[in-house]
C-alpha cells in the first residue's frame, strides 16, 4: 500500500515537472515572438532600405562628392495622441510603434537632417499647458536624436487648431519648443530649405496671417537676391542682403498646394479607393488656389513636400514643379505608415533623386521617382 502511494507520488511530481517543463518552453516562446514583433522586427525591415545613389552627370568639373551631400529623412503627422480623446492603451501602443521604427532608422540610416510636417500632436489645437507639457515631454522621448542628426518640425493645424481656432499662444508655445513660427529657412550643404506655416496662409489679413506672409516674402527676396548676385545682376534692392546658395528651395509645409482631389494618385501609399474621389475643401485638406499660386510664386521651388491627408501623392504643379505628400506615420492612421529618405544635393550636375523607404513590416518597396535637375 505504502509503495503504491509513493508511486502515485513519483507520478504526480514527473507529471508536474513535464507540465512545468512545457509552460517554460510556452513561456520562452512567447518572450522570443514578442521580443521579434516589438524589436528586431524593425531592424529586419529597415535595414532593407538603402540611400539611393546620386547620379553625377557627365560634366566632372565639380568636386560635389558624397561629403557633400545631405541625407535628409522625411516624416508627418505623427498625430500624439492627447488626454481627452486618447484611450492610454492606444497611446502606448502607436508611441511604442513609432519610438521604435524611428530610433531603428536613426541607427541604421543615419540622416543628417530629419523633418516631420505637422500634426506632431493631435490636440495642441485645444490642450491645457499641462496636457502640452506631458505631449512634448512624450515626443521628445520618442524622438530623442543623437547630436549629429538634427530635427527640424514644420507646424500643423492639429498642433495649433485650424486657421478660426489658431491663436497666438498656441504658436507661441508650439515655436518655444520647436523654434518655430511663421516661416524659417534653413541652408544645409548648400540645400535651402524652406520651412512654412501653411495654417496661416488663409489670406484674410488675420495678425498671424499677415505676420507669416510678411515673413515668407522676406525669404522670397532673399533667395531671389542670392540667385541675382550668382549670376552678377546688380540691384539696388538687394544691396545688404545675406548671399545664400543660389539654389531654388524645397518648401516644406503641413497642407498640401492645392488639388482637386486624390484621384490621381497612384501607389499602394496612396489613399483608398473609396476616398480618392472625394473633393478636397481649400483651406481645409489643401490650401487655396490663391495661396498655392502665391508660394509657386514667390519660391519657384525645385520641390514641395507637404502632409495633412495621411496618404502618399506625387503631383507636377505647372507642369513642371514636383509636389510630394508624405504619408502618415502612425499606424492608427494608416495600415503602412512611411517615411522618405531623399538624399539632396547642390551643384550644376548633380541630380537630385528621390526613395521612398516603405516599412509597413508587411513587405517593402522602393520606387524611383523621376529624378529633377537641380542645374541653378
Ligand atoms: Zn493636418
Known amino acids: 500500500m505504502a509503495m503504491m502511494r509513493s508511486d502515485l507520488g513519483i507520478m504526480k511530481i514527473l507529471h508536474l515537472k513535464k507540465r512545468g ?15 521579434f514583433c516589438e524589436f528586431l522586427v524593425y531592424y529586419v525591415v529597415i535595414f532593407q532600405c538603402h540611400w539611393p545613389e546620386v547620379k553625377i552627370e557627365a560634366h566632372r568639373s565639380s568636386k560635389q562628392s558624397s561629403a557633400s551631400v545631405l541625407k535628409a529623412m522625411f516624416l508627418s503627422d505623427t498625430h500624439l495622441l492627447g488626454e481627452i480623446k486618447g484611450h492610454w492603451l492606444d497611446k502606448l501602443r502607436r508611441e511604442w510603434q513609432m519610438e521604435r521604427a524611428f530610433q531603428t532608422a536613426l541607427s541604421l540610416l543615419e540622416p543628417d537632417i530629419v523633418f516631420i510636417l505637422g500634426d506632431v500632436f493631435d490636440e495642441g489645437k485645444w490642450s491645457s499647458s499641462q496636457a502640452w507639457a506631458d505631449d512634448v515631454r512624450r515626443f521628445q522621448k520618442m524622438f530623442r536624436h543623437p ?12 498642433d495649433i487648431g485650424f486657421h478660426y481656432e489658431m491663436t497666438t499662444y498656441k504658436l507661441k508655445r508650439f515655436a518655444k519648443v520647436f523654434n518655430f513660427t511663421s516661416g524659417k529657412l534653413i541652408t544645409r550643404k548648400g540645400v535651402n530649405f524652406v520651412m512654412v506655416n501653411s495654417v496661416a496662409l488663409d489670406g484674410d489679413g488675420c495678425a498671424v496671417c499677415s505676420r507669416a506672409e510678411a515673413k515668407l516674402m522676406k525669404l522670397s ?14 540691384n539696388k534692392r538687394c544691396s545688404g ?4 546658395p543660389a539654389s531654388e528651395p524645397i518648401l516644406l509645409q503641413h497642407y498640401p498646394l492645392y488639388r482637386r482631389s486624390d484621384a490621381e494618385c497612384t501607389g499602394e501609399d496612396s489613399a483608398l479607393p473609396e476616398e480618392k474621389n472625394i473633393p478636397f475643401k481649400e483651406k481645409y ?13 514667390w519660391f519657384h521651388p525645385r520641390l514641395i513636400l507637404s502632409g495633412h491627408t495621411h496618404s502618399a501623392c506625387e503631383v507636377l504643379h505647372n507642369g513642371k514643379i514636383p509636389e510630394i505628400s508624405v504619408p502618415s506615420f502612425s499606424w492608427r492612421n494608416r495600415n503602412n505608415p512611411s517615411f522618405i529618405m ?22 517593402r518597396q522602393q520606387h524611383q521617382v523621376p529624378s529633377q535637375s537641380m542645374a541653378a
Open 221 to 234: 527676396h532673399k533667395l531671389n537676391c542670392s540667385q541675382q548676385q550668382e549670376q552678377n545682376h546688380s
Open 285 to 297: 485638406d489643401v490650401l487655396s488656389r490663391e495661396a498655392s499660386q502665391k508660394l509657386l510664386w
Open 147 to 158: 547630436v549629429r542628426t538634427e530635427l527640424m518640425v514644420v507646424v500643423g493645424n492639429h
Open 21 to 35: 517543463c512545457f509552460l517554460l518552453k510556452l513561456l520562452c516562446l512567447v518572450v522570443l515572438v514578442l521580443i
Open 241 to 244: 542682403v545675406e548671399q545664400l
Open 342 to 363: 531623399h538624399l539632396v544635393a547642390w551643384g550644376k550636375e548633380t541630380q537630385i533623386s528621390l526613395l521612398f523607404g516603405l516599412h509597413s513590416l508587411v513587405h
